[in-house]
């Protein structure tokens, strides 16, 4: 059945699917994002439980999940399991950025087997949208299409609910609601000056990416085989570390970063912070006796990638943030099966690995990953650069960034965070 604005429905399924499709116009300027508000007989959320968005995912009773997507969404409500104290669920897309609802090709939502609503988009101002709502009547429940228009985008919308905007939306570890870019800068202006145009490039990639308000913990692993000889030498190594160093700052309150070297042994130290940050890999150089095939003292000069890995699953399985890795290598990957069996392991829990080929070759079952579907969830990303040298800071935060904030949406979900 095709609604109309304003047109309403009874609903006679225990549960319902709410699916929305919303593509974008070419030179499109933001990113939609369906957001859901649980309302009371007042039309206002009881808690910021009941603001359900991309960083909440699920209310705590799991009647209303969220599953979001590029351009699209679903929204699946369990009726009966929705708390007596909410009488309405509202269904909205807002728009994060410049554009409005104009720029969007079309939208639609489709209840399957039940109904479809197409809203009009054509030369509307509003920045959000009141798609449809799920309300109870009479003891039952029904579905209304509205399409209705707001002007101003998410805040306002949410403040109309009820939302105290003024704290931080509920997360596993919510941070301060400063606005990123100046917070982060602020902290490198301090401590660490030479890096504050590395914040403004990685400001724009996280909050592209929606990871601007999260807190995890980063760890740093860095391949010490003697064949990553040149990346050391030419620098490459501690410009990586630089880079990732000024994400564990946004992500992380104290701004430490674990750090592991591995080559056929392997070590763990002493945490990166701003502090320590100049030469810090320069400095586990010379912390001990190295042979002439040894780039870190006492690993060895061959790669050995599980006992590093093992080690870490264990160092993290307990973790109450969302633990993010960021594993360099040159390559000579063999170890497959230990290695599947490491990240097998690691998918149980809030780990999050980013392998990184830097210059190499034969990166072997880590550029394959995403055929490695052996495991609770896809808790892995890799990319290469031949030439860190070449690569812009843009495009590398952008690929360090990518998919972490679809593992933390499916994670939740999973239960996993």
Same mark, same amino acid.
């Given at each position: ?8 429905? *009874?609903? #006679?399924?225990? $549960?319902?699917t ?5 593509? =974008?116009? /070419? +030179?499109?300027?933001?990113e939609?994002?369906t ?15 009941d603001?359900i ?6 209310s705590?009773d799991?009647a209303?999940?969220?599953? *979001?997507? #590029?351009?699209? $969404?679903s929204v699946?409500i369990?009726?009966?399991? =929705?708390? /007596? +104290? ?11 950025g ?8 079309q ?19 509003e920045?959000a949208?009141?798609v449809?709502?799920?309300y ?15 002007n101003?985008?998410?805040e306002p919308?949410?403040?109309s ?27 490198l202006e301090?401590?660490a000056?030479?890096?504050?145009s ?14 601007n ?8 692993v ?14 490459h ?11 564990a700052?946004?992500?992380d ?17 002493l ?6 940050l100049?030469?810090?890999?320069e ?7 190295r ?7 006492g690993?060895g ?25 960021v ?8 170890k ?6 490491a990240?097998?392991?690691?998918a ?17 079952i880590l ?6 579907t ?5 808790n ?15 495009a ?15 994670a939740?979900?999973k239960?996993?965070?």
């Amino acid at each position: 059945m095709q609604l109309q604005s304003g047109q309403n429905i *009874p609903l #006679t399924s225990s $549960s319902i699917t709410l699916n929305l499709r919303y593509p =974008v116009r /070419p +030179a499109f300027r933001g990113e939609p994002d369906t957001c859901v508000f649980m309302l009371n007989a007042q039309g206002k959320v009881s808690g910021d439980n009941d603001f359900i968005f991309f960083n909440n995912l699920s209310s705590p009773d799991g009647a209303v999940k969220l599953t *979001p997507g #590029t351009q699209q $969404s679903s929204v699946h409500i369990e009726l009966n399991r =929705v708390s /007596p +104290a909410v009488q309405k669920i509202a269904l909205t897309l807002v728009i994060d950025g410049s554009d409005t609802i104009t720029g969007l090709q079309q939208l639609s939502l489709q209840a399957p087997g039940i109904a479809s609503f197409d809203p009009e988009t054509a030369g509307r101002s509003e920045k959000a949208i009141i798609v449809a709502e799920v309300y109870r009547h009479n003891g039952n429940w029904k579905l209304r299409a509205l399409g209705q228009g707001f002007n101003g985008g998410l805040e306002p919308l949410a403040i109309s609910y009820g939302v105290d905007v003024s704290s931080q939306a509920p997360t596993p570890a919510p941070q301060p609601s400063t606005a990123p870019t100046i917070s982060l800068e602020k902290k490198l202006e301090k401590q660490a000056p030479r890096l504050v145009s590395l914040a403004k490039k990685a400001t724009v990639s996280l909050t592209k990416h929606k990871l601007n308000t999260l807190q995890a913990s980063v760890a740093f692993v860095l391949d010490a085989s003697g064949s990553m000889t040149g990346e050391f030498s030419r620098g490459h190594v501690q410009s990586v570390l630089d880079r990732i160093a000024v994400l564990a700052v946004q992500f992380d309150d104290d701004g430490e970063m674990d750090l592991w070297g591995f080559a056929e042994k392997h070590r763990k130290y002493l945490n990166v912070t701003l502090s320590n940050l100049d030469n810090y890999v320069e400095t586990i150089q010379g912390s001990g006796k190295r042979s002439r095939w040894e780039l870190l003292p006492g690993l060895g000069g061959t790669n050995n990638e599980p006992p590093v890995m093992e080690e870490i699953v264990d160092y993290y399985r307990d973790s109450k943030l969302p633990v993010y890795i960021v594993f360099i290598t040159d390559g000579g990957i063999s170890k497959t099966k230990a290695i599947k069996d490491a990240i097998r392991r690691s998918a149980n829990y809030p780990i999050f690995w980013k392998f990184v080929g830097l210059g190499g070759s034969n990166y072997g079952i880590l550029k394959n990953l995403d055929d490695f579907t052996d495991r609770k969830i896809d808790n892995t990303h890799f990319f290469a650069m031949d030439n860190f040298a070449t690569v812009s800071d843009e495009a590398l935060y952008d690929n360090l960034l990518e998919e972490f904030r679809t593992w933390i949406d499916e994670a939740k979900l999973k239960n996993i965070l």
